[in-house]
């Protein structure tokens, strides 16, 4: 494949992902369900699934060896294969869910991700942990809800399938917030990020002032203003403002990109946070594990 191929091929691809595999995934929950497929339909869809496999076998093996031949490594072939058939959205949306997925193990566990000896962390879960487990609680009702007014038990059962996962997610979420906190590492450099959907690396010689500041800005988790303000946003508020020597290239949660020149977000203790980034480097305290299992990590 080359030129006008590797296009045709890899929006062939997308297209067949796209329109089978949601029908796929739909049949599956219905048959997990207990609701009795006609065979007919249960062979073709099998047919259409081995075609989609055999259409993104043929693209992938054909992408491998296009960068083979580009003198790229076999791994590095493998995953520009990958991301050229897998649109980036989709990509990072099951990346987010697997995430929160190993954050609940994390949590179980008591131990936080990307965290160093010489690190300082900082939560920022306090704001949403009530709004959190609020809507786990709604959720939770909701699913006895339907499980008692709703007569047809294969509706019941495959809205008993969603509602489980959707509220096994919102603790997956919350549990990446818990532990995937602020990092303030031992060199200077600050690791902001949001759970599992946002994370940024500011060098220490970036930061040109930092300090508290305690705004409510409406809006999205994560919002970029035209003037390059970025908000990473907890329950309606944010408590630090980091103005930057320079613009830095973040990351959105979905995979676009953009330049911030300022950023404010949320800590829990956004005082300890300040001095830790004000400290001189040589006395940065070690880290310290935290011993209880409370929601919004501490410094």
């Known amino acids: 494949m080359s030129g006008a191929g590797d296009v045709v091929g890899v929006r062939a691809a997308r297209i067949a992902a796209l329109v089978v595999i949601p029908g796929e995934l739909t049949l599956v929950v219905c048959q997990l369900a207990g609701l009795r497929i006609p065979m007919w339909v249960t062979a073709s869809a099998g047919v259409m699934v081995l075609a989609v496999l055999t259409v993104e076998a043929w693209v992938l093996r054909s992408l491998y060896a296009h960068g083979r031949d580009r003198g790229l490594a076999p791994p590095h072939a493998l995953v520009a294969a990958v991301r050229a058939v897998v649109p980036v959205r989709v990509r990072r949306l099951l990346m987010h869910e697997v995430r929160a997925m190993v954050s609940l193990g994390l949590r179980v566990a008591r131990r936080k991700h990307g965290v160093r000896a010489g690190d300082q962390i900082a939560g920022y879960t306090g704001p949403q942990t009530a709004l959190m487990y609020g809507l786990i609680f709604v959720s939770v009702v909701e699913t006895v809800a339907l499980a008692i007014l709703i007569p047809w038990p294969v509706v019941h059962s495959v809205l008993l399938v969603v509602d489980v996962y959707g509220v096994v ?131």
């Open 169 to 299: 997610l919102l603790l997956g979420m919350h549990a990446a917030c818990i532990t995937r906190p602020h990092v303030v590492r031992s060199d200077g450099s600050l690791r902001i990020r949001y759970g599992a959907l946002f994370d940024l690396v500011v060098p220490a010689d970036a930061v040109a002032s930092v300090r508290v500041d305690r705004r409510y800005p409406s809006g999205r988790i994560v919002t970029l203003s035209d003037d390059g303000v970025l908000d990473l946003i907890v329950a309606g508020q944010t408590t630090v403002t980091l103005e930057l020597t320079r613009p830095l290239v973040c990351t959105r949660p979905l995979g676009g990109t953009a330049e911030a020149r300022t950023i404010r977000f949320h800590a829990d203790d956004p005082r300890a946070l300040v001095d830790a980034l004000r400290r001189p480097r040589s006395s940065v305290l070690p880290f310290i594990p935290p011993t209880t299992g409370t929601d919004a990590s501490t410094v």
